[in-house]
C-alpha cells in the first residue's frame, strides 16, 4: 500500500460545530504531516509528528488539534472554526530514517465552514 | 516555454513543446528537493526529486536541474502533453540536523496550460 487516505473529502461545518478529519498510512511510515492549502496557494504547512509525538507546531491556533494515535494514524480535530479556516486539508507521510524523503500526500480534505 | 517563477505564475504551451519551469528557493539549509504536481480538487503529486548533493537527475520526460550557486531549481518536461496541464509547485526540505523528520517548504506554484 502506497497511498495515504484521508477522509472525509469534503465536509461542511458550522462554526460552533466540531469535527474531526482523518488521515491513514500504512507505508511504515514514522513522521506525518498536516498541511493547510487556500485557493491558488501552496500548501502551508500546520504540524509534524515523529514517532507519534509533536514535533513542529507552525504557531496553528488552538481551534485546530492534532492527534496521533498509532503510527499509522493522524487526526486534526476542529472547534469553533472560522470562515476564513475553509480550505483543502492535506496529510502526507514521510520515511523517518531519510529525515523527510519519500514524501506522500493524500487527496485532502474540501473544508468549508459556514 | 518558460516560467519564470514569481513573475509569471503562468506557462502556456502547444502540446509537443518542450516545458521548463522555475523555481527560486531561499533556505541554504535545504538538502532535498521535489518537484509536484497538482490537479484540480487532488493532492501534490510526486514527479521527481534531487538531493543537494547532485545538480541534474531524469526521470521519464522530465529532467530536474538543480543550481545551488544561486539557489536555483528548474523542471524540463520533454514533449509536453494535455494531461500535463497542472499546477506545478517545487518544494525544498530542510533536514533539522538528525531528527526523524523533515520539513517540507513549498514554492507558489505555477500554472501549466498545454494546448492541444
Known amino acids: 500500500d502506497t497511498e495515504v487516505t484521508q477522509t472525509p473529502k469534503h465536509l461542511v461545518m458550522g462554526m460552533t460545530n466540531k469535527k474531526s478529519l482523518k488521515c491513514e498510512q500504512h507505508?511504515?511510515?514514522?513522521?506525518m504531516y498536516w498541511y493547510k492549502q487556500k485557493a491558488k496557494k501552496p500548501p502551508e504547512l500546520m504540524f509534524v509528528?515523529?514517532?507519534?509525538?509533536?514535533?513542529i507546531n507552525e504557531s496553528v491556533p488552538s481551534r485546530f488539534s492534532p492527534e496521533c494515535p498509532n503510527s499509522s494514524l493522524l487526526n486534526l480535530h476542529l472547534h469553533a472554526l472560522q470562515p476564513e479556516d475553509s480550505a483543502l486539508y492535506l496529510c502526507?507521510?514521510?520515511?523517518?530514517?531519510?529525515?523527510?524523503?519519500?514524501?506522500?500526500f493524500g487527496s485532502g480534505t474540501r473544508l468549508t465552514v459556514v | 516555454g518558460e516560467s519564470v517563477g514569481l513573475h509569471l505564475p503562468t506557462l502556456s504551451v502547444q502540446e509537443g513543446d518542450n516545458s521548463i519551469i522555475n523555481c527560486a528557493y531561499s533556505?541554504?539549509?535545504?538538502?532535498?528537493f521535489i518537484w509536484y504536481k497538482q490537479e484540480s480538487g487532488k493532492g501534490p503529486q510526486f514527479i521527481i526529486d534531487?538531493?543537494?548533493?547532485?545538480d541534474k537527475r531524469q526521470g521519464q520526460r522530465v529532467t530536474v536541474l538543480l543550481n545551488k550557486t544561486v539557489k536555483h531549481l528548474s523542471l524540463q518536461i520533454a514533449a509536453t502533453q494535455p494531461g500535463d496541464s497542472a499546477v506545478y509547485f517545487c518544494?525544498?526540505?530542510?533536514?533539522?540536523?538528525?531528527?526523524?523528520?523533515?520539513?517540507?517548504?513549498f514554492g507558489q506554484g505555477t500554472i501549466l496550460t498545454v494546448h492541444p
Open positions: 534531487i538531493r543537494s548533493n547532485m
Open positions: 533556505n541554504s539549509a535545504s538538502d532535498y
Open positions: 518544494a525544498e526540505n530542510e533536514n533539522a540536523g538528525g531528527t526523524s523528520y523533515g520539513k517540507l517548504t
Open positions: 507505508m511504515g511510515h514514522r513522521a
Open positions: 509528528y515523529s514517532y507519534e509525538k509533536l514535533s
Open positions: 502526507a507521510s514521510s520515511q523517518a530514517h531519510g529525515a523527510g524523503y519519500g514524501y506522500t
